[in-house]
């Protein structure tokens, strides 16, 4: 069907309306209950979708703008590292409490018989969504308190680690050499952090800050372009395309460093805009467009997993992080820490998918990790948020 004619354009209007209802229902259930937006654009998508109202199916042009917002959630979640100020003990200890996540998941699906699925669903169990739970933490001030260089050093490991094993090991491109390129865009994000001390480049600063008021925006369109190659070289070589976005939002933090804090700022929030406010809200839409609904209600075995596999996401990622942090942060602060370490989603989406497709796992035990990972969304931060109202009162900082 050609895209610019019959119910197309009907169902991306659709798609629309509902990426701007979601922030006007936050706002209007905020007096009961804060929920963060991403799960508004969820259920609305399930409502949207197919297995609901059939006010939109599943279509290539949604997909494709589907993931073009996959891969800006995660440019996005990769430009936002400030590497200076989680290296040293955060970014230590956020190394060590992925491995023993990593290793706990593992160890608990082998037991529990997973089978060959058992590497894959570990890469979903033990990730973070950063890119999901920046928003929400940059917006409530979390960032700027103590806690933000572990939030983020953890919301880094937790989801750039996933992320290269999944490259690693299930990648589907043709390409010899895959695994060797795959390492090398996983190494770009660490050789970019490695270089973030260089003096800046005087004429770097002068092209970017000449042209960031003009209609040449030299900075977005530099920012745009990296991003289009990387996720262009990762689907090339059968790497997924999350990886290259990842790397490439590093790398642009590292360039636009040359830039004063102001100039910068106001390029993130140019990118903020074109994310946040276009792309991104569609792929989490078009998430619960896709999510499959009826295999879920029609497995009570799946439904009675939704549960499980949140309390596998609370041990796994929240337990592990609240106990290796004991000696760096008071009681409160882990709190909020392990709340948000353990939020996950967009990683989850991808592996569960994976598995299914591979034959790993069934559909509907798919959607049910998925399932919990939306859960996830919704309940871990809003206990994070409790915590921190409770101890830092970080939730009343300006927002930054």
Known sequence: MDVMHGAVPIELLVL?????????????????????SVVVEIVLGIVIGPQVLG???????????????????FFLAGYEIDFRAV??????????????????????????????????????????ALGTTLPIARDS????GPVGPFLMAVGAVGEFAPIALLALFYSEGEHSGRTT????????????????SLKRSERV?????????????????????????????????????????????VCMHVLLSALDEREEALVQSKLDGIGFGAVVPVFFVYT???????????????????????GAFAVVRGVTTYALFARVLPRAQRGVLAAFAATELPIVVVAATTAAERGLVDESVA????????????????VGLRWARMDTKAVTAEAI
Do not use: K, N, Y
Request: aromatic share 4%; with cysteine.
């Open 288 to 310: 619960g467009v896709t999510f499959d609904l009826d295999s879920l209600a029609g497995s009570p075995a799946a439904l009675a997993l939704i549960p499980v596999f949140l």
């Open 181 to 196: 390129v795959a390492i090398a865009l996983a190494g770009l994000a660490v050789a970019a952090a490695a270089f973030g």
């Open 87 to 128: 290296r040293g003990r955060p970014i230590m200890l956020a190394s060590l409490g992925w491995v023993l996540s990593f290793a706990l998941a593992a160890g608990g699906l082998a037991v529990a018989g997973a089978g060959a699925a058992v590497l894959i669903l570990a890469i979903g169990l033990c990730s973070t």
């Open 367 to 382: 959607a049910a990790m998925i399932g919990a990972a939306m859960l996830s969304v919704l309940v871990f931060p809003l």
């Open 205 to 249: 600063s002068r092209l970017l800050s000449a042209t960031l008021g003009t209609s040449a925006q030299l900075a977005v369109r530099l920012s745009v372009l990296v991003l289009l190659a990387a996720v262009l070289l990762a689907a090339e070589i059968g790497v997924d395309i999350v990886l290259g976005a990842f790397a490439a939002g």
């Open 141 to 144: 001030g979390l960032l700027a």
């Open 16 to 36: 629309a309306m509902a990426t701007v209802a979601a922030p006007l229902l936050v706002d209007r259930l905020e007096r009961w209950v804060r929920l963060p």
């Open 55 to 73: 006010l939109v199916q599943e279509h290539l042009l949604f997909e494709t703008v589907s993931q073009l917002g996959l891969a800006m959630l």
